[in-house]
């Protein structure tokens, strides 16, 4: 069968459980290779606080290198009408409309207005690029200590502004989707039995719809894929193709392997659950008491 996981105009059922997995799987792909793309440039604090740019506050504008780059590439995202997708989120508010005009998507989610995007830009450029970038960061110092710079100077800051913040786009987009595909999830779980959710709806039970979705076996086998993932991937490798391995006989590699489950385990998983139960908070909203009955009849 042909890959259909991102065309929602396919005959393909978007909430099957097998078409969920495979996305999430291509994602986790994505997120890897353009991590291990990023830990090729030093931490570049300077692209995630805001006026630190003379060139920006020529323009006006009151936020970050970040949050600019974000802002250019969106906008014209938006007119391709990409955010006209039921799977993507924006970054950046009051985007243009789309030039192309709308595709005629079926219903697959439930009206919501759940954007978790600033908790994803908070965590990655705090918690997740300092720790992929220390590797480029120490060898950027030793080089700076070597030309004589020495101090604040010697560290973090490698100058590829641009080459950072493109790479830094594209894995906030890739995490973004992935975070919201909790939707998904959580509409599939929903519509299979409607009947063990609507009570924890309606006397509204965060704790009790967190225990149904979670699957600990299931999140323990995608945090070793992804870790076997970042190992394999990650290696750094000679001009024949075989692993590179250090003085000690271990094998190299380009990032962090442990960053990247940790990734995963402490900010992707979390947040997706959220995600996750605020959609099944609001799954029932403007149902009428009739289509609710009916619901719990389907089950």
């Known amino acids: 069968m042909p890959s259909t996981q991102s065309n929602y105009m396919s005959p393909v059922d978007p909430l099957s459980l097998n078409r969920i997995r495979s996305n999430l799987i291509r994602l986790e792909d994505t997120i890897i290779f353009s991590l291990i793309e ?7 604090p300077r692209i995630y606080e805001r006026d630190c740019f003379d060139e920006l506050k020529a323009m ?10 974000l802002k250019e590439t969106e906008t014209f995202h938006a007119k391709a009408r990409r955010y006209t997708s039921p799977d993507e989120y924006p970054f950046t508010p009051d985007l243009p409309n789309p ?31 300092p720790r992929i970038t220390r590797r480029a960061t120490q060898e950027l110092a030793m080089v700076k200590r070597n030309a004589g710079v020495i101090g604040d100077d010697e560290y973090e800051d490698d100058g590829n502004y641009g080459s950072a913040a493109t790479i830094d ?8 989707k992935r975070v919201h595909y909790g939707k998904f999830v959580s509409e599939s779980k929903f519509r299979s039995h409607p009947a063990d959710f609507i009570p924890h709806i309606l006397n509204p039970n965060p704790t009790a719809l967190l225990k149904l979705i979670t699957k600990p076996d299931v999140e323990a086998a995608l945090l070793e894929r992804v870790r076997r993932k970042a190992s394999i991937y990650g290696q750094e490798l000679n001009p024949g193709g075989e692993p590179v391995s250090n003085t ?5 590699w380009k990032i962090d392997v442990e960053g990247v489950r940790d990734l995963y385990e402490t900010w992707i998983i979390p947040l997706t659950k959220e995600v996750e139960v605020e959609y099944l908070l609001h799954r029932l909203d403007g ?13």
């Open 169 to 176: 786009v594209e894995v906030l987009q890739a995490i973004s």
């Open 248 to 252: 000690m006989g271990a094998g190299r």
């Open 38 to 44: 990023r830990a090729q440039f030093a931490l570049n």
């Open 287 to 299: 149902l009428s008491q009739e289509e609710i009955e009916e619901l719990m009849k389907s089950s």
């Open 60 to 69: 006006n504008w009151k936020g970050s290198w970040l949050e600019w780059f």
């Open 99 to 129: 030039v192309l005009p709308p595709l005629s998507y079926p219903k697959i989610l439930h009206p919501n207005k759940i954007n978790v995007n600033s908790s994803i830009l908070t965590f990655y450029t705090r918690a997740i690029v």
